[in-house]
Nanobody
Framework: QVQLVESGGGLVQAGGSLRLSCAAS????????MGWFRQAPGKEREFVAG????????YYADSVKGRFTISRDNTKNTVYLQMNSLKPEDTAVFYC????????????????WGQGTQVTVSS
């Protein structure tokens, strides 16, 4: 069992930046591929970014490429999502998740989930 806790969400103006963090409860965190998803009101949960166990391979949704960066620090059992040039359409609850297949874009392929952190981008 891996427990995940997100932090770093908040309210930011369009064009601004936020960095989300996701802390994992176990050292076996390094055995998992990690992903960030988001869900806006009335919409399905969508893939944002994914990262391999080592952090060498990253994957992004087209809508965030060039603006978001996923990274991890296995010594701290933490994965990050740096979000720059934020847009109002990025407003959503952001979730981190742990799974086995790096870059998996379906939420069904992830085993463990955090509780989510709200990101609101004002225009």
């Amino acid at each position: 069992q891996v427990q995940l806790v997100e932090s770093g969400g908040g309210l930011v103006q369009a064009g601004g930046s936020l960095r989300l963090s996701c802390a994992a409860s176990r050292r076996t965190f390094s055995n998992y591929a990690m992903g960030w998803f988001r869900q806006a009101p009335g919409k399905e949960r969508e893939f944002v970014a994914g990262l391999s166990w080592s952090g060498d391979s990253s994957y992004y949704a087209d809508s965030v490429k060039g603006r978001f960066t996923i990274s991890r620090d296995n010594t701290k059992n933490t994965v990050y999502l740096q979000m720059n040039s934020l847009k109002p359409e990025d407003t959503a609850v952001f979730y981190c998740a742990a799974g086995r297949r790096p870059g998996a874009s379906s939420w069904r392929e992830y085993y463990y989930w955090g509780q989510g952190t709200q990101v609101t981008v004002s225009s």
